[in-house]
């Protein structure tokens, strides 16, 4: 039952505010019709496709863009066999320039915060902030270079995985829930 206490002790540690500034970047991708692209490896990976699922259906009633970049094998078996696993996410962000990127925003879910990791979701972060995307990161340990490239950072200060992941899980399901409101308050 350790585990049980840490991860409460932990959640009470999350900051608050970048919840609601990232609920504030969603929504406003939302009214310009800009498109959430979602990313992660590992656990992190099936956390970001069911965060593009979540913020699709569920917070907004099938009206904002989502694309998660882990969901098709065979583009990222693909990008990976030609250019490596660290281009993966960042080649499917390489969009047309007459595309308004500026409305839309890149999220992702990384244990360690891509510091001395996940290459591939720094690179993605980097080709977004070139692209002028907006960028969320939900992270764990002390949030890593992805926390640096950021425009809103959602840390779960703790260095164990089991217990980052499932808070990650349970703080995408807040942010989608505070996205529904804002939404439902706008019809």
Known sequence: MNMLKEAAETLLKVEKKQITLAVNILFDCWKR?????????????????????????????????????????SL?????????WSEVYQKQLMLTE?????????????????????????NAFRRAETNEMRRI???GHDGGKLKELSTVNINV?????????GLHSVLAHVVAEEL???????K
């Not at 200060?157 to 992941?165: A, K, M, Q, V």
């Open 33 to 73: 019709n800009g498109i959430v692209f979602t990313c992660g490896n590992g656990g992190s990976s099936a956390s970001a496709s069911h965060m593009a699922s979540d913020l699709r259906k569920w917070a907004s009633d099938f009206t904002l863009k989502t694309f998660c970049l882990s969901d098709n094998i």
């Open 76 to 84: 990222l078996t693909a990008i990976t066999n030609d250019n490596g």
């Open 98 to 122: 007459d595309r308004k990127t500026i409305y839309d925003v890149l999220l992702a879910f990384s244990v360690h915060g891509g510091g001395g990791f996940s290459e591939n979701l720094v």
């Open 137 to 139: 990161s939900f992270t």
């Open 157 to 165: 200060p703790s260095e164990s995985t089991p217990i980052i992941e």
């Open 180 to 186: 529904r409101k804002k939404i439902e308050g706008e």
